[in-house]
């Protein structure tokens, strides 16, 4: 599986619960497309949000994020990484 960070914008002032919620409802349908999201930042400021994914495709991350209703902005592949 490919390893993906989505980029949305235009959520400023979003809180800790409002970015729990989001993640808690893409995680209720991840599976359907086959997609594991990892982990979520955001900025309340500056209004970015950041998603870390797992999937066969960016399509099928853009896809659970507009079904739940806050669609990336931008959603980059991450071919490398170190932890």
């Given amino acids: ?6 980029v ?8 800790s619960e409002q970015l729990m919620a989001a993640h808690k ?3 209720a349908i991840e599976k359907e497309e086959g997609v594991h999201f990892k982990q ?9 949000v950041y ?3 797992e999937g066969p495709s960016a399509d099928a ?10 669609p990336a902005d931008s959603i980059l592949p991450v071919p490398v990484m170190v932890s």
């Avoid at 599986?1 to 989505?6: I, K, L, S």
């Avoid at 991350?61 to 806050?70: A, F, S």
Wanted: proline content about 3%.
């Fill in 1 to 6: 599986m490919a390893t993906f960070m989505d």
């Fill in 8 to 15: 949305h914008t235009g959520m400023k002032g979003i809180t």
């Fill in 25 to 27: 409802a893409d995680l």
């Fill in 40 to 48: 979520a930042w955001a900025d309340p400021e500056s209004g970015t």
């Fill in 51 to 53: 998603c870390l994914s």
């Fill in 61 to 70: 991350v853009r896809r659970i994020h507009e079904r739940t209703g806050h």
